[in-house]
T-cell receptor, first 113, second 115 residues
Framework: DTAVSQTPKYLVTQMGNDKSIKCEQN?????MYWYKQDSKKFLKIMFS???????INETVPNRFSPKSPDKAHLNLHINSLELGDSAVYFC???FGLGAYEQYFGPGTRLTVT | AQTVTQSQPEMSVQEAETVTLSCTYD???????LFWYKQPPSRQMILVIR??????QNATENRFSVNFQKAAKSFSLKISDSQLGDTAMYFC????????????FGTGTRLTIIP
């Protein structure tokens, strides 16, 4: 019954490693997002995809690469992890772009040591 | 660029009381949408309420209501009869109606309901 799911929920890794976070939604939405929430709880969008097409690409280091194999999935791959990448990453989805309600996943807490 | 400001980093209130969280925003758009999201300790982001700028009537969802003042660019959230489960971070968010626009969040207000 989970609407937007993310795996893993917790990820602890060392600097320099490469890791991926997976997101899946079963709501039939065509738009998906990645957000980053820093230690001060500030939420900021990283990417958005609509029908597998990249729409929003904020000023994110190119070590971060999103991939959308289909409308129900949006994965985030991070290369050469740095200490500053430690944060909670949220996936979200919506019906279309713009002002539609976004449904969030449970978040993935990434800790880089 | 749009900005969203939440001037109250933390608030606390006794259970069953009413509390109002403030939010102001800056935009040159005439039409847009505003949201309040709740993030309890479980970390899950939950939509509380949604307001369309062209609607003059304030949105209401059960114990949650907003006071939308378009001219003042203010969008406050009122929680009536507060409950322990209302303890959470509350985020105000803004988005223009255009397709490639992004949802901009405020810095959040940490609300604690005291038993």
């Amino acid at each position: 019954d989970t609407a937007v799911s993310q795996t893993p929920k917790y990820l602890v890794t060392q600097m320099g490693n490469d890791k991926s976070i997976k997101c899946e939604q079963n709501l039939g939405h065509d738009t998906m997002y990645w957000y980053k929430q820093d230690s001060k709880k500030f939420l900021k969008i990283m990417f958005s995809y609509n029908n597998k097409e990249l729409i929003i690409n904020e000023t994110v280091p190119n070590r971060f690469s999103p991939k959308s194999p289909d409308k129900a999935h949006l994965n985030l791959h991070i290369n050469s992890l740095e200490l500053g990448d430690s944060a909670v990453y949220f996936c979200a989805s919506s019906f279309g772009l713009g002002a539609y309600e976004q449904y969030f996943g449970p978040g993935t807490r990434l800790t880089v040591t | 660029a749009q900005t969203v400001t939440q001037s109250q980093p933390e608030m606390s209130v006794q259970e069953a009381e009413t509390v109002t969280l403030s939010c102001t925003y800056d935009t040159s758009e005439s039409n847009y949408y505003l949201f309040w999201y709740k993030q309890p300790p479980s970390r899950q982001m939950i939509l509380v309420i949604r307001q369309e700028a062209y609607k003059q009537q304030n949105a209401t969802e059960n114990r949650f209501s907003v006071n939308f003042q378009k001219a003042a660019k203010s969008f406050s959230l009122k929680i009536s009869d507060s409950q322990l489960g209302d303890t959470a971070m509350y985020f105000c968010a803004f988005i223009p109606p255009f397709g490639n626009e992004k949802l901009t969040f405020g810095t959040g207000t940490r609300l604690t309901i005291i038993p």
